[in-house]
């Protein structure tokens, strides 16, 4: 198996596909470890250097997937710095990074300046469509751009670009953007709607996304009424993140918040009220890696 210590030049390709592999099965840690080791290598003239800002890109796209955008948010937003768009690869390089500050930006809650961020890169996607293809890119900053907007409580325009990019999505965001959009109907108060969402037979959700249907589905059941259903639901959700994400991660607070809601109980300190904003994930720092998302 070709490693990032035996890779010859022409084999970088074939360590990063096996990475994004790796990525998709929930093997973050490992991910960003290799990645993080295949940045540091000693740098070598152009034409035979390691390939440093895909390896930069992918490890700090793992770390966000995994719940730690926070601690990696200043790195990301240096390595966009630096990324100057000198031709087209730095350029989506430069995209797929900012779509991880996104998702970061979100699980803070500072969803202003993610949403900003969000219309930027779609802007931007779409004066390079003609060069290259990008709809996953496009595809998967919607994604974020409904969670933020959900934060932002406007509901209804999250609503109407989760049902607009569904039919687009594809595998493990399909699962994602419904729980998205019930959240968005959540929202509204439209629970019967939300729960029907969350309730249909949907591809497993990815491991960045744990815990995630369970959370919106508690929210549907108590917005109903019901209670010991909704404790229920709460506590698989409450479950599932803390075997499946990092113990950093905003949802593992949100889910305790709700549970304290529920309950009646005070949410323990250091629980806080987080926005959820890390759920529109699909592949994302993947594509420097694969479309990062």
């Known amino acids: 198996m070709t490693t990032i210590r035996t890779a010859r030049d022409s084999e970088w390709g074939e360590t990063f596909a096996r990475l ?31 390939p440093h800002w895909e390896a930069r890109v ?3 796209g793992t770390a966000v997937m995994h719940g730690r955008g926070a601690e990696v948010l200043h790195e990301l937003e240096a390595l966009i710095a630096e ?70 409580a406007r509901h209804e325009e999250a609503e109407a670009v989760a049902r607009g990019n569904l039919p687009r999505a594809e595998g493990p965001a399909v699962a994602v953007l419904h729980a998205t959009l019930a959240r968005s109907l959540n929202g509204q108060g439209r629970c019967e709607e939300a729960l ?57 607070g949100e889910a305790r918040a709700l549970l304290a809601r529920i309950t009646g109980e005070e949410p323990r300190e250091e629980d806080g009220e987080a926005g959820g904003g890390n759920d529109g994930e699909e592949d994302r720092g993947q594509d420097g890696g694969e479309a990062g998302k």
């Open 58 to 60: 992918l490890a700090t």
């Open 83 to 152: 990324l100057a768009p000198a031709d087209l690869n730095a350029q989506v390089l430069r995209l797929i990074a900012r779509g991880n500050r996104v998702a970061a930006l979100s699980g803070l809650r500072r969803y202003a300046e993610a949403e900003t961020e969000a219309l930027g890169i779609l802007s931007e996607l779409t004066r390079i469509a003609h060069r290259t293809p990008v709809w996953r890119l496009e595809v998967n900053t919607l994604v974020h751009l409904a969670a933020v907007l959900c934060g932002l």
């Open 196 to 252: 029907a969402e969350v309730r249909r037979s949907l591809p497993r959700p990815p491991r960045y996304a744990g815990g995630y249907l369970d959370l919106v589905t508690a929210e549907a059941l108590y917005g109903l009424g019901r209670r010991a259903e909704a404790e229920a639901a709460v506590r698989r959700a409450l479950t599932d993140c803390e075997q499946q994400l990092h113990p950093a991660h905003p949802r593992i």
């Open 20 to 50: 994004r592999a790796m990525a998709k099965q929930g093997r973050y840690e490992e991910v960003e470890a290799e990645a993080r080791a295949l940045a540091a290598l000693p740098r070598r003239p152009w034409r035979r250097r390691p």
